[in-house]
């Protein structure tokens, strides 16, 4: 498979800003390259363009080689820059199964990038067949979410794996909650596959998402790609200080996600014994998705009781459907026993 048969034209011939730190790799006593105030304030300096420390820590904890990793301003960044550098505006598209996270639809739109919309099964998993049918080809890119945002499925590993086997794409599979799921998703197998980019992020079991840290997985040749197109400096100090100290306290985000896992099968007990509820559906995330009578009526009356969830009944194959994030203990109760007074 030729990648670089995929990558737009212009973005091939690009020739990337170097910045200073880029020219100079070494450390000096003496900085007077880049302009900055020589007055120490911790952050005075440009951060590391390729944030270095940060990557050797991600590599060690999930077995892939900083080479092959992107760190973006959340996971919106390298979405964004996925388009820009495969999707010629106008021309080429992407295609997406919905229901799903609304964010690739929005960044195709900026960029002028036709979206082509396959609905999900009713078991929310991938109509392959649909799948196959809507691939023209002006897709360079297809993306995939596992476990899937609104409905919290993971997509079957059998279907996503055939899909990335057999298209002239790139495959984005975003895993946003794969900590939640029991699950690996698709890392271990990221080098038997040169289309293939897995998303992750420190917003979500990590508890970070005021960071905005995002983490995109590819080969090299992927991965330099979306660096060459990057702004220089897109990871400021402070974002890559912090996440080299949580990175180095994975027990702490370990017992947070065992404790969200406990609360959500408490959670779902919980909702099942209302008559409101007509269907819970299964979950590999750490949200669930709810089909009630009345699901936007209940919506108003949680947030009149200053309680958010997040209302997804007008969404393809979300008619009545709540979205619900597992919160604390002491929250999750709030709304249950909101929920038993509406
Ligand atoms: C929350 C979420 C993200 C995270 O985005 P960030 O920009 O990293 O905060 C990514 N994908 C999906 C599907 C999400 O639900």
Same mark, same amino acid.
């Given at each position: 498979?030729?990648?670089?048969?995929?990558?737009?034209?212009?973005?091939?011939?690009?020739?990337?800003?170097?910045?200073?730190?880029?020219?100079?790799?070494?450390?000096?006593?003496?900085?007077?390259?880049?302009?900055?105030?020589?007055?120490?304030?911790?952050?005075?300096?440009?951060?590391?363009?390729?944030?270095?420390?940060?990557?050797?820590?991600?590599?060690?904890?999930?077995?892939?080689?900083?080479?092959?990793?992107?760190?973006?301003?959340?996971?919106?960044?390298?979405?964004?820059?996925?388009?820009?550098?495969?999707?010629?505006?106008?021309?080429?598209?992407?295609?997406?199964?919905?229901?799903?996270?609304?964010?690739?639809?929005?960044?195709?739109?900026?960029?002028?990038?036709?979206?082509?919309?396959?609905?999900?099964?009713?078991?929310?998993?991938?109509?392959?067949?649909?799948?196959?049918?809507?691939?023209?080809?002006?897709?360079?890119?297809?993306?995939?979410?596992?476990?899937?945002?609104?409905?919290?499925?993971?997509?079957?590993?059998?279907?996503?794996?055939?899909?990335?086997?057999?298209?002239?794409?790139?495959?984005?599979?975003?895993?946003?909650?794969?900590d939640f799921?029991n699950?690996?998703?698709?890392?271990?197998?990221?080098?038997?596959?040169?289309?293939?980019?897995?998303?992750?992020?420190?917003?979500?079991a990590?508890?970070?998402?005021?960071?905005?840290?995002?983490?995109?997985?590819?080969?090299?040749?992927?991965?330099?790609?979306?660096?060459?197109?990057?702004?220089?400096?897109?990871?400021?100090?402070? /974002?890559?200080?912090?996440?080299?100290?949580?990175?180095?306290?994975v027990e702490e985000k370990n017992k947070q996600v065992d404790t969200i896992l406990q609360q959500r099968s408490a959670?779902?007990?919980?909702?099942? /014994?209302?008559?409101?509820?007509?269907?819970?559906?299964?979950?590999?995330?750490n949200?669930?998705?709810?089909?009630?009578?009345?699901?936007?009526?209940?919506?108003?009356?949680?947030?009149?009781?200053?309680?958010?969830?997040?209302?997804?009944?007008?969404?393809?194959?979300?008619?009545?459907?709540?979205?619900?994030?597992v919160?604390?203990p002491?929250?999750?109760?709030?709304?249950?026993?909101?929920?038993?007074?509406?």
């Amino acid at each position: 498979m030729n990648i670089q048969s995929l990558i737009r034209e212009n973005i091939k011939t690009l020739k990337p800003y170097s910045t200073a730190r880029d020219e100079f790799k070494g450390t000096a006593e003496v900085y007077l390259d880049a302009n900055e105030n020589p007055f120490p304030t911790t952050y005075n300096r440009y951060p590391d363009p390729l944030q270095k420390k940060v990557k050797q820590r991600i590599s060690e904890l999930k077995g892939i080689e900083p080479e092959k990793i992107f760190l973006g301003n959340g996971s919106d960044e390298p979405i964004d820059l996925i388009i820009r550098a495969f999707c010629e505006p106008g021309k080429d598209s992407i295609l997406i199964s919905e229901p799903t996270y609304g964010m690739y639809a929005v960044c195709a739109g900026i960029n002028n990038v036709p979206v082509k919309r396959v609905t999900l099964d009713p078991n929310f998993d991938l109509d392959l067949e649909a799948i196959k049918q809507a691939l023209d080809g002006s897709v360079k890119v297809i993306f995939l979410c596992s476990p899937n945002n609104p409905s919290g499925n993971l997509l079957s590993k059998e279907k996503i794996t055939e899909l990335i086997a057999s298209v002239n794409s790139i495959v984005v599979i975003d895993e946003a909650y794969i900590d939640f799921a029991n699950d690996d998703g698709f890392l271990p197998v990221l080098d038997k596959y040169p289309n293939l980019i897995v998303l992750q992020t420190f917003s979500k079991a990590w508890g970070l998402a005021g960071l905005r840290l995002g983490m995109a997985f590819a080969t090299k040749e992927i991965i330099s790609v979306l660096n060459k197109i990057k702004y220089p400096y897109n990871i400021n100090i402070l /974002t890559q200080q912090v996440a080299l100290e949580k990175l180095s306290t994975v027990e702490e985000k370990n017992k947070q996600v065992d404790t969200i896992l406990q609360q959500r099968s408490a959670l779902i007990q919980q909702l099942q /014994t209302l008559s409101m509820v007509q269907r819970v559906y299964p979950t590999d995330a750490n949200f669930v998705l709810v089909k009630m009578k009345g699901a936007r009526n209940i919506y108003d009356l949680l947030i009149e009781r200053s309680i958010i969830v997040r209302d997804r009944s007008t969404v393809v194959l979300c008619a009545d459907c709540l979205r619900i994030t597992v919160g604390t203990p002491e929250e999750n109760l709030k709304l249950i026993e909101t929920l038993k007074t509406l």
